[in-house]
């Protein structure tokens, strides 16, 4: 049972356009939720987090989106850079009482190409 | 500010050894967890260990076993190898969970290769 899901094993846009990633979850215990990237032969690099009393984090270029009706998150890049080229993976935990304590649940992954 | 430490970047080994991985966490995190990511598959949850003691584990047999020194680092060993052990297990540290949620931070890696 696949609790996190990343349904678009890739994405390619335009140097300076928007990237946007998805990501939807099963499991309405997670109260966290994260997203890193990975650049090939390095670990997941912590990128920005939001959690469920929020629906909207940013952080510079970045900004994470959660809508918890429909158990969804995105990321969205502006503007996107060739530098940004890497694999996303969105993750999430939940709180202190379930069996999924402080573990982080990740999504397949995302492969993003930033075209110069 | 030195990020999460692991050694070895490779061990290979043959089946039925034992391996042992090693993490230094981010100064100031007591908070280790290892996780598997198998060739295809994605991360995968193993262990978690906050001030020494063991709080949750995944979904894997008895003879991957790990403990967390007084320093916060880690050990990570998997007994009687299989094939299918041949993974990339990374290590992530935080701060610890008994407050607000906090971001894991992974290292770069160990690579298992099983022959």
């Known amino acids: 049972d696949q609790q996190v899901k990343q349904n678009s094993p890739s994405l390619s846009v335009q140097e300076g356009r928007i990237s946007i990633l998805n990501c939807d979850y099963t499991?309405?215990?997670?109260?966290?939720f994260l997203w890193y990237k990975k650049y090939p032969a390095e670990g997941p690099t912590f990128l920005i987090s939001?959690?469920?009393?929020?629906d909207k984090n940013e952080d510079g270029r970045f900004t994470v989106f959660l809508n918890k009706s429909a158990k969804h998150l995105s990321l969205h890049i502006v503007p996107s850079q060739p530098g940004d080229s890497a694999v996303y993976f969105c993750a999430a935990s939940a709180g202190q009482s379930s069996s999924n304590t402080g573990k982080l649940i990740f999504g397949q992954g995302t492969t993003l190409q930033v075209k110069p | 500010e030195a990020g999460v430490t692991q050694s070895p970047t490779h061990l290979i080994k043959t089946r039925g050894q034992q391996a042992t991985l090693r993490c230094s966490p981010i100064s100031g995190h007591t908070s280790v967890y290892w996780y598997q990511q198998a060739l295809g598959l994605g991360l995968q949850f193993l262990l978690w260990y906050d001030e020494g003691e063991e709080r949750n584990r995944g979904n894997f047999p008895p003879r991957f076993s790990g403990r967390q020194f007084p320093n916060y680092s880690s050990e990570l060993n998997v007994n009687a190898l299989e094939l299918e052990d041949s993974a990339l297990y990374l290590c992530?540290?935080?701060?610890?969970?008994?407050?607000?949620?906090?971001?894991?931070?992974f290292g770069d890696g160990t690579r298992l290769s099983i022959l």
């Open positions: 499991n309405s215990m997670f109260d966290y």
């Open positions: 992530a540290s935080s701060l610890g969970q008994t407050g607000p949620n906090q971001p894991q931070h």
């Open positions: 939001i959690s469920s009393i929020k």
